[in-house]
């Protein structure tokens, strides 16, 4: 993939932490999706004084990408950002969800604001994923 691009995605993260809204943790979390027509879509992670009904940063911004229209093929590449060393890795929930909502060797950036990268895909975050062809 072109370098030019993943920077752009890289920044496009990093910047998202400011749509985060965590007054609770003040853990500030940035997500943006690459898509297949180079558009790309930001997240952030979005909390609530009753606090398991926070959503993390990259759900969103995936859910975000469907709610505009783009299908788990259109997904090309996924940024996640946070300000911890090292940068943050998908919760869980959000493991299972980007294993079924975008493409099992997607490249996800795992970035932090200190210049950290770490590149991973859904495979290597879940592996034996329990998904639509376990039913
Ligand atoms: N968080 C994310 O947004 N993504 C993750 O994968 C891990 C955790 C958020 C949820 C909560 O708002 C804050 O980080 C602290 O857990």
């Given amino acids: ?8 995605l ?19 979390v940035g997500a943006a999706v690459l898509l297949k027509d180079g558009t790309i879509l930001q997240g952030a992670n979005i909390e609530n004084a009753a606090y398991g009904l926070t959503m993390c940063g990259e759900r969103n911004a995936v859910f975000r990408a469907y709610c505009t229209g783009y299908k788990k093929d259109d997904i090309v590449a996924l940024s996640i950002s ?25 490249p996800i ?19 034996l994923a329990f998904t639509e062809e376990s039913l």
């Fill in 10 to 28: 890289i920044e496009s993260a990093l910047d998202a932490q400011k749509l985060s809204y965590s007054p609770y943790s003040k853990f500030k």
């Fill in 109 to 127: 950036y795992l970035v932090n604001t200190h210049g950290d990268k770490i590149v991973t895909t859904p495979r290597e975050l879940l592996p």
């Fill in 82 to 106: 946070s300000t911890c060393t090292p940068p943050a890795s998908p919760c869980g929930s959000c493991r299972q969800v980007l294993a079924e909502l975008i493409p099992f060797d997607t």
């Fill in 1 to 8: 993939m072109n370098e030019q691009v993943i920077n752009s």
